[in-house]
């Protein structure tokens, strides 16, 4: 079975930058679409971006486009969430997730699930 976890988070500046790390163990995520969701206190969760196996990339939230890369190393078995000139508003728990066929911006469709790493902008 494939676990998840994710680690990068922390408290940061608005304008500074963290990297989210997405592990997984059990089966290799060659196979996998990655995706990257985030909650924020009160809000639903919410798309991000996603990777496909092929290596394409969707991105769902145009508050994040230019900001944010998602990418993926197989070799390392582990995906990735660059986040740059980030904002108060970008403040919620970020998870990943994995499905075996493709990407989704509904998360229900990901069968695997990371427990969650905060990350928190503020001055």
């Known amino acids: 079975q494939l676990q998840l976890v994710e680690s990068g988070g922390g408290l940061v500046q608005p304008g500074g930058s963290l990297r989210l790390s997405c592990v997984a163990s059990?089966?290799?995520?060659?196979?996998?679409?990655i995706g990257w969701f985030r909650q924020a206190p009160g809000k639903e969760r919410e798309a991000v971006s996603c990777?496909?196996?092929?290596?394409?990339?969707?991105n769902y939230l145009d508050s994040v486009k230019g900001r944010f890369t998602i990418s993926r190393d197989n070799a390392k078995n582990t995906a990735y969430l660059q986040m740059n000139s980030l904002r108060p508003e970008d403040t919620a728990v970020y998870y990943c997730a994995a499905d075996p066929s493709e990407c989704s911006d509904s998360g229900a469709e990901f069968g695997s699930w990371g427990q969650g790493t905060q990350v928190t902008v503020s001055s």
């Open positions: 059990g089966w290799t995520l060659d196979y996998y679409a």
């Open positions: 990777i496909f196996i092929s290596g394409n990339i969707i």
